[in-house]
């Protein structure tokens, strides 16, 4: 079975930083593409930022600048970085995954994952 687990969320004052971590583990040989997602209280889940296949990432204009999504291929983790931090990022953050699995008959196995979230508070 696969298991997708972030942490890194806590409280933290406007303007600090914060580093989330969104760990990949069980029948997977690799991850293919990622995004972090983020929903406030109250408010649509809204995409953050995103890393293709190819490694080329996206963000939304909100956290442009900011936020600095990456990933550890040896370790199975997805990481966002979240530098000058606002109120407005107050959130619970999802990480979503695109794995693949290769067994040894030469198949090859696509999948999407969602962790079940890390909630992040920046007071004023």
């Known amino acids: 079975q696969v298991q997708v687990v972030e942490s890194g969320g806590g409280l933290v004052q406007a303007g600090g930083s914060l580093t989330l971590s969104c760990v990949v583990s069980?029948?997977?040989?690799?991850?293919?593409?990622a995004g972090w997602y983020r929903q406030a209280p109250g408010k649509q889940r809204e995409l953050v930022a995103t890393?293709?296949?190819?490694?080329?990432?996206d963000y939304a204009d909100s956290v442009k600048g900011r936020f600095t999504i990456s990933r550890d291929g040896a370790k199975n983790t997805v990481y966002l970085q979240m530098n000058s931090l606002k109120p407005a990022d107050t959130a619970d953050y999802y990480c979503?995954?695109?794995?693949?699995?290769?067994?040894?008959?030469?198949?090859?196995?696509?999948?999407?994952?969602w962790g079940q979230g890390t909630r992040v508070t920046v007071s004023s």
């Open positions: 890393m293709t296949r190819g490694g080329d990432t």
């Open positions: 979503n995954v695109d794995t693949f699995y290769s067994d040894y008959g030469g198949g090859e196995y696509e999948n999407e994952y």
């Open positions: 069980g029948t997977i040989t690799g991850i293919l593409g």
